[in-house]
């Protein structure tokens, strides 16, 4: 790094502006190739971003962490965990601002596919971080800068590459290789989940996703297991969640919740340690809840919400501030245009008007003045028509005894297999009149187009800005889109990434003519040949890939889009 070094001592002293003359200059040191694709302009700014490749030969990663793109991508979740702890965003030089601040993206409880860090076929590992060059007010430190690029730098990553435990990155490779196969065989199987036994399914907090200490491990009765091979682990027994409908019933606290949402985040892949590496869904499960105050465009509510009084439709619904029932219905059409396969419920996070009518209710207010036909008149019909399987958390809802195919009762986060006495609860008090039974066949909704014209990332029309915040808001030019209810959302970086998908489809993508689903298509393939870069801006190293439902959860929840008009 003699160059770098020679450079920053000129540097020593001058302005903070002047660190720019180092901008994507790449400087060469043994395995190491470091570029600054961004250089701060001051030292209080959003740090400066540096790509570091290494060579090949250079990586000493086996030949097992580049053979498939699920190895590499596992691998490359592995040394980001070990290049974050090494980091761990300490302070590496003084001076003013953010000087001397080394830091990576920090990942989450998933194995997830991330700029960060990428493994490439050919064992090269290209890494994304931050870097605060030093200064003090706003001069440069040219000789700290040296000490932070040329030295620190490289020792962390070096540590990082020569430190690699082969034994706990074979153990890494295999508990996600395991989970890749276990997903694949869920269809064969007719299952929708598979929880193993063993699974350590509580969390530490809510806002803490490390497994609970002293939980009780999942146990399995033999009513509900079912077994399936997993090529590094062997044969699995645990709870199926088979296809259909399936209800989780029990007292409160006793882990109802807990096991919906292991359901809903086993869409992805857990490194070991983490409770949930046996837990797998299929990767098409969308989980589904209220949302009061989210807009709504062109959605075709007629499955769930027949004719309004003053005799307004539903055929292509809008509205800027949906209710409850109106929003739930909305991102249950929403998701099943994406291609989700699976819906996942919560009672307590469900409008109750849209999940069910009881028959006091029923008789007081006749379905001619009810619009509302709610979700239990619809769900059989879902899978019987569909082919969409319905995972519902109830503790209070029993009119859906009689749609379930599968009752589970949780006692102290234990499984047991309650649906004998579930179709003898049912039979014993019958709905009568009540009874769930669809309104007629499910509506064919016309094709949703986004018109090109309404997804415009300029703020105040001039300079492009797409921003995420946490993983709450997506700032896309004048507009805020809310994703906080959005639970499949799992680390900050999926909204980064779904920021700039939705910048790709503003850039062109979106063309007037693509439906959704078309537009979800093309991203997909886009991703598929070319990996997050195919859409996320090319110097960032904190975007984490998302899936297409989350996408269009937010291109719907975008205030400003319209649809075009069919002719």
Not at 49 to 72: H, N, T, W
Not at 259 to 285: F, I, K
Not at 513 to 518: D, E, K, M, N
Not at 535 to 554: H, M, S
Request: include cysteine.
């Amino acid at each position: 790094m003699s160059d770098l070094e020679t450079l920053l001592a000129r540097l020593d002293g001058r302005p903070y502006p002047a660190y720019r003359d180092l901008a994507r200059r790449p400087f060469a040191a043994g395995r190491h190739r470091l570029t600054l694709e961004h250089v701060q302009g001051d030292p209080f700014a959003a740090p400066s971003r540096i790509r570091v490749e290494v060579a090949p030969g250079a990586s000493g990663l086996p030949a097992e962490a580049c053979g498939s793109a699920d190895a590499r991508r596992a691998a490359a979740d592995f040394l980001h965990r070990a290049l974050a702890a090494a980091l761990d965003g300490r302070r590496r030089a003084p001076g003013s601002g953010r000087s001397g601040v080394l830091a990576v993206a920090p990942p989450g409880a998933e194995v997830l596919e991330r700029t960060a860090v990428e493994v490439r076929p050919d064992r090269g590992v290209a890494v994304r971080l931050t870097a605060g060059l030093p200064a003090e007010g706003r001069r440069i430190l040219g000789r700290a800068a040296a000490t932070l690029l040329a030295d620190a730098l490289p020792a962390a990553l070096d540590a990082v590459l020569d430190g690699v435990d082969r034994v706990r990155l074979r153990r890494h490779l295999e508990a996600v290789l395991d989970q890749v196969a276990l997903r694949a065989a869920l269809e064969a199987r007719g299952l929708v989940g598979f929880l193993a036994e063993g699974s350590v399914l509580p969390r530490l907090s809510g806002v803490d996703d490390r497994p609970l200490p002293d939980a009780v491990p999942l146990a399995v009765p033999a009513s509900l297991a079912v077994e399936l091979e997993a090529p590094h682990a062997g044969r699995l027994r645990g709870l199926g969640i088979p296809h259909g409908v399936t209800l989780v019933v029990g007292g409160g606290y006793h882990g109802k919740s807990t096991l919906l949402d292991t359901l809903a985040r086993a869409v992805h892949d857990h490194p070991p340690g983490d409770g949930r590496e046996g837990c797998v869904t299929v990767t098409a499960a969308v989980q589904v809840r209220a949302e009061d105050g989210r807009s709504v465009r062109g959605v075709d509510l007629r499955p769930f919400i027949g004719t309004l009084p003053l005799g307004r439709g539903t055929a292509c619904f809008d509205s800027d501030d949906a209710s409850g029932s109106t929003s739930q219905a909305a991102a249950i059409v929403e998701a099943l245009e994406a291609g989700a396969r699976a819906l996942l419920v919560d009672e307590d996070t469900a409008a109750t008007n849209f999940m069910v009518r009881d028959a006091r209710m029923r008789r007081l207010v006749p379905a001619a003045a009810e619009p509302i036909t709610p979700f239990i008149d619809r769900v059989r019909q879902l899978h019987a028509a569909h082919g969409v399987s319905t995972v519902l958390v109830a503790g209070g809802a029993g009119d859906y005894l009689d749609v379930a195919d599968t009752v589970v009762q949780l006692a102290d986060y234990r499984p047991i297999d309650v649906g004998h006495r579930a179709r003898e609860v049912a039979a014993a008090l019958p709905l009568g009149e009540a009874a769930p039974r669809a309104p007629g066949a499910w509506p064919a909704p016309a094709p949703r187009i986004p018109d090109p014209r309404s997804l415009d990332p300029q703020r105040a029309g001039r300079r492009e800005r797409v921003r995420a915040v946490g993983r709450h808001t997506i700032e896309f030019g004048d507009q805020t889109i809310d994703v906080s209810l959005l639970p499949q959302v799992v680390e900050d970086g999926q909204c980064r990434f779904i920021g700039d998908a939705l910048l790709a489809l503003a850039r062109g993508l979106a063309d007037g003519r693509r439906t959704i689903p078309a537009l979800l298509d093309a991203l997909d393939e886009r991703l598929a040949a070319e990996g997050p870069g195919a859409v996320a801006a090319p110097t960032f190293g904190d975007r984490t890939r998302a899936r297409r439902f989350e996408i269009a959860a937010a291109l719907n929840r975008l205030r400003s889009l319209r649809l075009v008009t069919a002719p």
